[in-house]
C-alpha cells in the first residue's frame, strides 16, 4: 500500500509541475500570437456584408475584455484566477466564462471521441488477435489490409464518405448537428433517440478512422507474443482455444493498454476534422475557433484542460499498468 | 458476445429505420422556414441579448430594429419601417423623430413604448461607436434623447453633424424596458449628460457609462422577450428554434409558424445543407462554379441576386519601391485582366470591376454618371504596361523585368488562407504577371486576424483589400483615405500619422495633385447630397489616377431560396435582398406554397 501511495504521490508531484510549466509555456505563447481580435472580428463582419457602422457598433465593446497590464501582470491575474478555479472570461463568446464553454462543449466531445475510441478499439483489438491467428490465411490478410487501408485514409475523408453514403446518397442519418431541435432536452425517449441518430455517423467516422492503428497494433502485438513459449506450452498441454485466446490477448493488450489511455486523455482535445464535418460542438472545434478569433482566455483554458487530461491519463495508464501486469508491480516493489 | 452484436445491430437498424421514417434533413414540418444567420454561428452558451455580439437573438426574427435599411446604392438613409412606423429629420439631420408602430406588442403582451426606445439607447451609449459615442466631438453622435409621448421619441445630434445619423439612429435595436432597463444605474441620464461636458467629472462620468459595457453584453435574460414575427423557443449547438410572436403588430403577414436557424462551421456546411434542400433561404455563401451547379440540381432550388455594396482590390504598400511609383501601379493595372480574374476567382459571386474609382460599378452609375467613361479604364494593354515600366525606370532584362538597378523584382501578392476566392484571383494575377515577365508569386496567411495584422504592420507590399463598402460615400472612401492609409479621425479631429505608424500601411502621400484626399473624404461626413457628388467625383478621379488600389472585381448578392415549402420571394435586384428573411416576412414578401 506504502509503495502504491508514494507512487501517487511522485506521479501527483510530477504532474502538477507538468501543468505548471504547459501551462506557462502556453501562456507565453498564446498572448504573443499576432493578430488584433477586436479588428479581425470587424474586419470578419464586414466581409459578411454588414456595413461599417454596425460591425463598428458590434465590436467597440470587445476592447473591454481584451487582456490589459505587462505580460507579467497578465501572467500572476492568470495564475490567480487558475487557482481560483477562474479559467476567465471568453471574448468570443463576450460575457461568458470559459469554463462555461468549456463545459459545454466537452459533453459533445466525449460522446462521439470516447464512443468511437472505445468501438476502434475494442474491434480493433478483437479483429487483430485473429488477424495474427490467421495470418497465413485470407482472413488475416482480409483484416490487415482493411487496417493498412482505413489507417492511410485520413480522417476527414472518411467523414465526407461517410456523410455523402448515409446523408446524400442513402439519406438515413443526419449530417450534422447535435441533437434535433425539435425535441425538449431532457431523459425523454425522443430526445435520447435523436441524440444516438446524430451521434451514429460521428462515432462511426472516429470508430472507422482509429480502428486501423489499433488492428494493426495488436495484430503486430499478438504475433510476438505467439512465439513466446508459454503459449506453446499451453498448446503442447491441450488447452481450450478459448483459454488460449485469453492468454494471447491479455498479454497482446499490454502496450495497447499504454496508447488506449493516452488517447482517452487526448480525447479532450476534441477531433477537429471530424467535429467541424459534422458541426458537432465539440472542444476541438472551440479550440480552433478560439485561435482564430485570438480568444487568448478560451485558448488558455482549452490548453489546460488537454494538458491536465493528458497529465491524468498518463498517471492513470501507469498505476493501472501496474495492475494489469504482475511484472511491473512486482518490479516496483523490489 | 454473439447476444450483444445482436443486440447493438438490432439497436442500430432501429436507429436508422426511425430515422429514415421520419426523414433526414428536410425541413418537410408543415409551417416550418429553415434558414442560416449569415452574421454569426450558433454559440448555445450566449444569452438571448442582442448588444452580445454571439448573442442567440436574430435580427428581423426576435430582434427588431427601429427600421430597417434599403439596399439603396447611393441613398443610406432609405428604410422600411420596423418598430418604427414612421419618422422625420430636418435638413441637416440634427433632430430625428420616431413615431412607433401604435400596436406593437411585446412577446409577454406589454406594448412597446418609448421608454423602451429610450433605454435602448442608454444601453447603446455603453457600447459606444456611431451615433451613441459618449463623446460630445464624436461626429454624428447624439446629444439628448426625449420621450415625447408613449409612442413618439426625439433623439437630437451633437455639435459634430454627420449625415449618417439618422441611419445609425433607426438601424437601433429595440429592447424591452422591463427586462434590460435594470442594467442601467438610475441616475443614467444625469451622468450621460455630465460625460458630454469636459474637465475630470466629464471623464469620470465617461469611465462610469462605458464601464457598464461589460455588464450590459453579459447580461442574460431567462426567456426571450421579442417585439418581432418570432420569439426563441430554445437553442442548442446545432439549431435554434423561434415560434410565431403572437403580439407582432403585424402577425398575419408572418406565414411560417416557426423558424428553424441551422448552425454551420464553415462554407462546406451550408452547401450541403443547400443541396440536400434543407434551406428555404441562405444570405450571401461563397460558392464555387461547380457546387452551384449541384445546388441548382436540388429540386426547387433558385439563386437570387442583387447588389452588395463591397469590392476587392489590390491595395499597395506605397512605402515600398517599386510600388511608391503610380507608373509601376499603373503598369501592374494594364496588365491584369480582370474579367480572367474574376472568372477564376469569383465567377458568381462577383463582376469585373470596369475601372478603379473606389466605387462599386452598381453606385458609381448613380454618383458619377456618364463622367466614368472619362476616367482610364485600365483596358490590359502590355505595350502601354511596358510604357509605364519604363518610365518608372524598370529594365527589362532576359525576358524579365527588374528594378531601376537591375536586381530582381518580385511581385508578392499576400493573401489570407482561409479566403478561397481571394486565393484564387491572387493566383490568377500572379499568373498573368509572370505571362509579362513579372516574377509574381503569392504568400499566404494562415488566417484572416494574423493577415490584417501583419498587412497593418506594413509587412505586405502588396494585399488584397475590401473596399467601396456603400452607401455611405464617407464609408466608401475611408477604406482608401482612412486609418490604412494614415489618416485618423479622433473626438471630431482628423489627424495624420506618418506612413508606417499605427495602421499607416497604404502610406500614400497627403496630398495627390494638390488635394488633400483623407479630408475630403472626412468632408464627405456633413456634406450636403450636392457637395458629396461633387467630392466623390473628385475622389473618384484622384483614386483612378493615382491608384493607391486596383480595383479586381465588385460583389455580387448572390443568395439561394427554394420554392418547395414557400414563395414570394424577392426578385432580383430587390432593396431588400440584404435584410434578413424575417425582414421579408414583416413586409409580407413570403407565403407558404398553394395559399398565394
Known amino acids: ?334 | 458476445m454473439r447476444r450483444l452484436a445482436a443486440i447493438a445491430a438490432v439497436a442500430v437498424i432501429a436507429t436508422a429505420t426511425g430515422t429514415a421514417c421520419s426523414g433526414v434533413g428536410g425541413s418537410g414540418d408543415a409551417g416550418v422556414y429553415t434558414t442560416i444567420d449569415g452574421a454569426k454561428q450558433i454559440d448555445a452558451t450566449a444569452p438571448i441579448n442582442p448588444f452580445n455580439p454571439q448573442g442567440n437573438t436574430f435580427l428581423g426574427y426576435d430582434a427588431m430594429s427601429l427600421a430597417w435599411p434599403k439596399n439603396d446604392p447611393v441613398d443610406p438613409n432609405q428604410f422600411y419601417p420596423g418598430i418604427a412606423q414612421s419618422w422625420t429629420t430636418t435638413p441637416d439631420q440634427s433632430e430625428v423623430v420616431v413615431h412607433l408602430q401604435p400596436n406593437a406588442k411585446w412577446s409577454d403582451g406589454k406594448p412597446v413604448t418609448s421608454q423602451d426606445v429610450k433605454t435602448s439607447i442608454g444601453l447603446a451609449y455603453t457600447q459606444g461607436g456611431t451615433a451613441y459615442a459618449v463623446d460630445p466631438k464624436a461626429a454624428g453622435a447624439a446629444a439628448d434623447v426625449v420621450v415625447v409621448d408613449p409612442h413618439t421619441v426625439k433623439v437630437t445630434q451633437g455639435a459634430n453633424k454627420s449625415n449618417t445619423f439618422l441611419r445609425n439612429v433607426l438601424s437601433t435595436v429595440v429592447v424591452p424596458a422591463h427586462v434590460f432597463g435594470s442594467l442601467l444605474p438610475a441616475d443614467f441620464w444625469t451622468q450621460l449628460k455630465l460625460a458630454r461636458g469636459s474637465g475630470p467629472a466629464a471623464e469620470k462620468a465617461k469611465a462610469s457609462i462605458t464601464g457598464l459595457a461589460q455588464k450590459v453584453i453579459s447580461f442574460a435574460p431567462a426567456k426571450d422577450v421579442s417585439a418581432g414575427p418570432f420569439v426563441l423557443e430554445r437553442v442548442n449547438p446545432g439549431e435554434a428554434l423561434l415560434v410565431k410572436n403572437k403580439h407582432f403588430w403585424a402577425s398575419d403577414k408572418i406565414a411560417p409558424n416557426r423558424v428553424k436557424v441551422l448552425n454551420y462551421t464553415g462554407n462546406q456546411q451550408i452547401w450541403n445543407y443547400l443541396i440536400a434542400g434543407r434551406l428555404d433561404s441562405a444570405p450571401f455563401t461563397a460558392v464555387p462554379s461547380g457546387v452551384l451547379n449541384r445546388i441548382r440540381q436540388t429540386d426547387g432550388n433558385e439563386v437570387v441576386k442583387g447588389f452588395s455594396p463591397v469590392a476587392v482590390s489590390m491595395a499597395f504598400n506605397q512605402t515600398k519601391a517599386p510600388y511608391d511609383n503610380v507608373h509601376v501601379r499603373k503598369a501592374l493595372a494594364y496588365l491584369i485582366d480582370r474579367s480572367q480574374v474574376t472568372k477564376v476567382a469569383s465567377p458568381e459571386g462577383g463582376t469585373p470591376s470596369q475601372t478603379t474609382t473606389g466605387i462599386h460599378a452598381e453606385a458609381a452609375k448613380s454618383w458619377l454618371g456618364d463622367s466614368i467613361n472619362g476616367l482610364d479604364q485600365y483596358k490590359p494593354d502590355p505595350a502601354k504596361a511596358a510604357q509605364e515600366l519604363k518610365a518608372a525606370g524598370m529594365k527589362f532584362q532576359n525576358g524579365r523585368w527588374t528594378m531601376p538597378d537591375g536586381s530582381p523584382w518580385v511581385v508578392e501578392l499576400h493573401v489570407p488562407a482561409s479566403f478561397s476566392d481571394w486565393v484564387a484571383a491572387a493566383k490568377a494575377i500572379t499568373s498573368q504577371l509572370n505571362d509579362h515577365g513579372i516574377q509574381a508569386s503569392v504568400l499566404t496567411s494562415a488566417d484572416y486576424t494574423l493577415y490584417l495584422d501583419e498587412l497593418a504592420a506594413g509587412k505586405y507590399d502588396i494585399g488584397l483589400w475590401l473596399m467601396a463598402l456603400g452607401p455611405a460615400p464617407y464609408n466608401i472612401y475611408q477604406r482608401i483615405y482612412g486609418a490604412a492609409n494614415g489618416w485618423q479621425l479622433l473626438a471630431g479631429n482628423l489627424t495624420r500619422v506618418p506612413p508606417g505608424k499605427e495602421g499607416n500601411w497604404m502610406g500614400g502621400p497627403e496630398t495627390l495633385d494638390g488635394v488633400n484626399p483623407g479630408a475630403l473624404t472626412n468632408e464627405l461626413n456633413a456634406a450636403t447630397p450636392a457637395q458629396q457628388k461633387q467630392i466623390v467625383g473628385t475622389l473618384a478621379r484622384l483614386t483612378n489616377q493615382n491608384l493607391p488600389v486596383i480595383q479586381l472585381y465588385d460583389y455580387v448578392n448572390t443568395q439561394f431560396v427554394n420554392d418547395t415549402r414557400f414563395t414570394g420571394w424577392p426578385p432580383n435586384d430587390s432593396d431588400v435582398l440584404r435584410l434578413p428573411a424575417g425582414v421579408w416576412m414583416q413586409l409580407g414578401l413570403i407565403k407558404e406554397q398553394g395559399t398565394r
Open chain 1, 1 to 334: 500500500m506504502k509503495t502504491v501511495v508514494r507512487r501517487l504521490s511522485g506521479h501527483l508531484l510530477r504532474g502538477l509541475a507538468m501543468i505548471w510549466v504547459v501551462t506557462t509555456l502556453s501562456f507565453v505563447i498564446i498572448r504573443n500570437i499576432p493578430g488584433d481580435p477586436v479588428r479581425g472580428q470587424y474586419e470578419k463582419l464586414i466581409e459578411q456584408g454588414m456595413s461599417p457602422d454596425q460591425a463598428e457598433r458590434s465590436t467597440a465593446a470587445l476592447y473591454g475584455f481584451l487582456p490589459t497590464g505587462s505580460l507579467w501582470d497578465q501572467y500572476t491575474d492568470y495564475l490567480n484566477g487558475l487557482l481560483h478555479g477562474n479559467l476567465g472570461q471568453s471574448l468570443s463568446t463576450p460575457g461568458t466564462g470559459v469554463a462555461t464553454l468549456i463545459g459545454s462543449a466537452a459533453k459533445w466531445t466525449i460522446l462521439p471521441v470516447l464512443g468511437g475510441t472505445l468501438l476502434s478499439f475494442l474491434l480493433g483489438v478483437t479483429l487483430g488477435v485473429y488477424a495474427a491467428i490467421k495470418r497465413s490465411g485470407k482472413l488475416g490478410d482480409a483484416l490487415a489490409i482493411s487496417g493498412s487501408l482505413l489507417h492511410g485514409i485520413p480522417q476527414y475523408v472518411i467523414g465526407l464518405l461517410v456523410v455523402a453514403v448515409f446523408s446524400t446518397l442513402w439519406p438515413i442519418l443526419p449530417a450534422g448537428g447535435p441533437v434535433d431541435i425539435d425535441f425538449a432536452p431532457g431523459f425523454n425517449g425522443p430526445y435520447i433517440a435523436s441524440l444516438i441518430q446524430h451521434a451514429t455517423l460521428p462515432v462511426l467516422t472516429y470508430a472507422l478512422a482509429s480502428y486501423g492503428g489499433w488492428i494493426l497494433a495488436m495484430k503486430s502485438s499478438v504475433a510476438t507474443v505467439l512465439g513466446d513459449d508459454f503459449i506453446m506450452a499451453a498448446e503442447l498441454r491441450g488447452m481450450s482455444r478459448g483459454i488460449l485466446f485469453r492468454y494471447i490477448a491479455r498479454n497482446a493488450i499490454l502496450p495497447l493498454f499504454t496508447i488506449l489511455a493516452l488517447s482517452l486523455g487526448l480525447l479532450f482535445g476534441g477531433a477537429i476534422f471530424i467535429e467541424s464535418i459534422f458541426n458537432y460542438p465539440g472542444l476541438g472545434l472551440l479550440l480552433v475557433n478560439s485561435i482564430g478569433a485570438r480568444d487568448y482566455a478560451l485558448m488558455g483554458g482549452t490548453f489546460l484542460v488537454l494538458t491536465v487530461a493528458i497529465v491524468v491519463a498518463n498517471i492513470a495508464a501507469d498505476l493501472l499498468y501496474a495492475v494489469i501486469d504482475p511484472r511491473v508491480r512486482k518490479g516496483a516493489e523490489a
